[in-house]
């Protein structure tokens, strides 16, 4: 008898009734037979599991996008989705309250904003001892970590799976090796709790036909040595092409669904060395055109405008192997003629790294949403105490920090849809019900901000369940201009309790065009120490080269003239930076370089 197509799992009724099958013979005779009568019944009982198991062990080859993650949002708006982001919480023995401020501000402000997923960029502990001297895991930070992140997710109500907690250096100080002892990591993390393997993690969220792509990563070395050795981040070939392979996953479906990728680690790419290749993180995010990277690792003490843009013409030949770093005004990174508004152009390849502050001093927050697209962010500070009301304009975007070569495209060839352009939105999370929500347009060319727009926004009806998206139609043509920063918006709302609120004044350019971000000279003394460390490995060079030409017999013309960045990070290094170390640490400051040359065009 067969069920479905499968053999009763009993013995074969046809071996019971056919007498020939029972007095079937065999070479060597009966004993032999009844031994190969008996293996026959067996396979037959056996063969179905060894199909079933042989078919689950070739699955993932043959259907990789099983294994891709994918959670359709509810309850929010139409095409939107929001995350939170914190980074270097730094919980330490020393100082009990960065746990307990966490413990009592994220977690309400978790359950009023109800994210789609909350990631959390590294330095979970701090793993120092009081006097800073000395650096190694503790694992009470550990334990604190672990209960204090359960207290978060039992009072904010939130899925325990969307949270993404990633290592950090500050992790893995004196770890000998992933899983071994001291890898507290591995054992007290939401990560490790949830069995998420390797070093590479997606995720995407599916709303009203788009995706929205989120791959962290984990660039910490493998052999977790102790400060200042362990102060950039140290990706592998291997860890490049599962990036790569993770950022490419609905490549071919972008025709049919749009995607929106979002990357998210520890170290800045200015803090990441290249991998033992020669590859570079930043040419798989350009290959792959992010939206942006999400990062922490040098906190606010150096100023809260650590973000950099990218970009690669990749349709000009001359300019397919250099990359671009504005933060500033620039001329028009795509020109809106015809040829280039077709679907055969090439496009610019572009993204924008977003350093965050952090929670060890500074109590930050980061929420950032992606509407239609638009990607846009908002930093919370909780030093002052919680917030009852948290407001996050979604479009038009902030001319600072959008992307400038696809707002200049999407102005030039109207590449979105009429919908996106004609309203402005925000999302607005209030801890009460909220009464009225407005919104105010100054021009900023008499001199002084004047209002030219001032107007009810009205709440989306199709919400239910979270987030409250207000909008409110404009003509948006009336405010074309050549400059990216003459017109700037604010949002204001008021609660049931009569609490207002507004957003901080956001410079906008519906031409696509990019405004300039001003440094402060805290911002630029990050930069201001790599000049100095690139000038003494300069002079290793020179003295190496010095080393060369005498060892080689050759003439000082024969040797090849490369530039500062080319001999310190590919040539053989001066035999007293050999050791793994110094060579580490040189990767790490080679990278920095591109910095160094943004900071010397621009002061």
């Known amino acids: 008898m067969r069920v479905g197509g499968l053999p009763d799992w009993g013995v074969g009724r046809d071996d019971q009734t056919n007498p020939e099958s029972q ?71 020393h100082h009990p309250e960065r746990a307990y401020d966490f413990r009592r501000y994220v977690g309400p402000a978790l359950a009023m904003v109800n994210p789609d997923l909350v990631l959390i960029t590294g330095d979970l502990t701090d793993g120092k001892s009081k006097d800073l001297l000395t650096m190694k895991q503790n694992e009470v930070e550990w334990v604190e970590y672990e209960s ?30 992933s899983g071994e002892d001291y890898d507290f990591y591995s054992k007290y993390s939401i990560n490790a709790k949830l069995r998420r393997q390797g070093r590479v993690q997606s995720i995407t969220l599916e709303n009203s036909g788009r995706k929205h792509l989120f791959v962290g990563f984990d660039s910490t070395m493998e052999i977790g040595l102790r400060g200042p050795t362990n102060l950039f981040g140290h990706p592998t070939d291997k860890q490049m092409i599962e990036l790569d392979q993770a950022l490419s996953q609905w490549n071919t479906d972008f025709d049919k669904v749009p995607v929106t990728k979002i990357a998210f680690g520890h170290f800045p790419l200015s803090f990441s060395a290249l991998t033992e290749s020669g590859k570079s993180i930043k040419d798989v995010f350009l290959k792959q055109s992010l939206a942006a990277y999400l990062c922490g690792h040098l906190h606010t003490r150096f100023g809260k405008n650590l973000k950099r843009y990218y970009h690669r013409a990749v349709q000009e030949p001359s300019l397919s192997e250099h990359y671009y770093q504005h933060n500033m005004h620039q001329g028009d990174a795509f020109q809106g003629n015809k040829e280039n508004c077709s679907e055969e152009a090439s496009h610019v390849e572009e993204f924008w790294e977003w350093e965050m502050g952090d929670w060890r001093k500074s109590r930050s927050m980061r929420i950032l949403a992606i509407d239609d697209g638009y990607v846009s962010y908002t930093d919370i500070d909780f030093r002052l105490g919680s917030k ?35 309203t402005v939105r925000a999302l607005v999370f209030s801890k009460h019900e909220i009464v009225s929500v407005s919104v105010k347009i100054y021009d900023s060319r008499p001199g002084t901000l004047e209002i030219v727009f001032d107007s009810e926004m009205k709440r989306v009806d199709s919400n239910e369940t979270r987030g409250n998206m207000y909008l409110i139609p404009w003509n948006w043509r009336a405010f074309e ?87 310190l990070c ?23 370089q591109d910095t ?8």
């Open 596 to 603: 160094v040359h943004l900071a010397v065009r621009e002061f």
């Open 481 to 567: 201009d050549s400059s990216p920063s003459r017109y700037w918006l604010q949002i204001e709302v008021m609660d049931i309790t009569g609490d207002t609120s507004v957003s901080q004044l956001r410079p906008f350019s519906v031409n696509g065009l990019l405004a300039r971000v001003n440094w402060t000279w805290k911002e630029f003394f990050v930069i201001v120490p790599t000049i100095v460390i690139l000038a003494a490995m300069a002079a290793e060079r020179t003295a190496y080269r010095e080393h060369y030409l005498s060892r080689s017999g050759k003439k000082k013309d024969d040797y090849p003239l490369q530039s500062a960045r080319e001999g």
């Open 570 to 592: 590919y040539e053989p290094l001066a035999p007293c930076a050999s050791t793994f170390l110094l060579r580490s640490f040189t990767h790490g400051v080679c990278h920095l």
């Open 23 to 93: 007095s079937r013979s065999a070479p060597g005779g009966p004993r032999l037979a009844a031994c190969a009568f008996a293996m026959e019944s067996r396979g037959k009982r056996i063969l179905p599991f060894l199909l079933v198991i042989i078919a689950a062990a070739a699955a993932p080859s043959a259907m990789p996008r099983d294994e891709r993650e994918v959670v359709v949002v509810s309850g929010a708006p139409d095409g939107v989705v929001w995350v939170a982001q914190l980074s270097d919480l730094h919980f330490s023995v």
């Open 148 to 177: 204090t992140m359960k207290e978060i997710i039992e009072n904010s109500k939130l899925p325990r799976r969307i949270f993404y907690d990633m290592r950090g250096n500050h992790d893995s100080f004196g770890v000998p090796a």
């Open 388 to 422: 009852s009301i948290i407001i996050l304009p979604t479009f038009p975007l902030d001319s600072r920090f959008m992307q400038r070569a696809s707002a200049f495209r999407d102005f030039k060839c109207h590449v979105m849809g009429a919908s996106s352009f004609d």
